[in-house]
């Protein structure tokens, strides 16, 4: 896999739960030239920290990565313990999936001192990219303020303005950590928003992902693999996950958002009850009553993506990694 970002290169961190689907957006990332990766930070949610740490460290194995500084953060969320979904991910976080041990090592500062030092270091302003409980990206606003200065903006996989899957209304990042992503949607930084809405559709179709498997690539038999278990996972209740690109498609929406539908609506975080974890979305086009009736309290606005042109992200992500040639198959 050739990784070079191109001059004008986005400069990204990534902060991740590795996870099949962040094992693709990382190799996405990696190999796209409008995204320049600048550094990882961990957390826990798809798997334990620790298993995180290692997945994203074998994982720049794979994409042959130069040095990139990978840290751990937050082992659990702000208020409650950790629950991990090894139900979707397996134990290890990457399903059937097995990588060679690696001889990178994860940064001895944690990632939110990482994630403070390479933005306040980078000439241009840095995107933050979200795909994991946004426990970290809380933390690092909380404890440094200071950053939002030199923030671009923070492009987030979570929520939904329809279905849930962690409970019937809420996705399993947000409701892993409601309390942090309540703090980010409320940092004043620009949010942009790629959740259930769009991830559930972008799928490559099971031949391809056998296909890539075939091939002798290492990169290639690793994204067919990864899809591979989002495809085993394809029956039943689970049909939704068929072959989903998953996170990937938040990168996606980085260098092509001209593929999605997204509208710029107020956003925020149901903290209490059965919705706990659940992205409330006002889609109106009519003030209600309670906005008439001067009952209503300031919602924060946040971009969400709302539709996406699947064929065009298919082609996008396996184009980037070299891999187009399997949608011939
Ligand atoms: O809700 C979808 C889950 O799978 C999230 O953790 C997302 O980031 C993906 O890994
Ligand atoms: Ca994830």
Known sequence: MTISAAPEAIPVILDVDTGVDDALAILFALAHPGINVIGISCVAGNASLERVVENTLRILDVADAPYIPVAAG???????????????????????LRLPPTDRQAETISSIELMHKLILASPHPVTLVG????????????????????????VFM?????????TAVAE???????EAAAIVLDSGVPTFMYGLDVFNQVSIPERVAAALVQSDSNVSQVVGRLLGNRIALGSGRNAEYMGLIGDAGALCALVDPGALTIEMLPLRVQLAGYGRGQTLVDKRIHPGEDIVHGLATEWEAAEVALDVDVDRYVRLFLNTLGLGSALQQ
Not at 74 to 96: D, I, K, M, Q
Not at 132 to 154: F, G, H, K, M, S
Not at 159 to 166: L, R
Request: proline letters at 8%.
């Open 158 to 166: 979570g929520g939904s303005t329809t279905v849930g899957n962690a």
């Open 172 to 178: 399993f990042n947000v409701w892993h950590d409601p």
């Open 74 to 96: 937050a082992r659990r969320p702000l208020l409650e313990p950790a629950r991990s979904a090894a139900h979707v991910h397996g134990e290890s976080g990457l399903g059937t």
């Open 131 to 154: 795909l994991a409980p946004q426990t970290n990206l809380a933390l690092l606003l909380r404890q440094y303020p200071d950053v939002v200065n030199n923030i671009e903006r923070i």
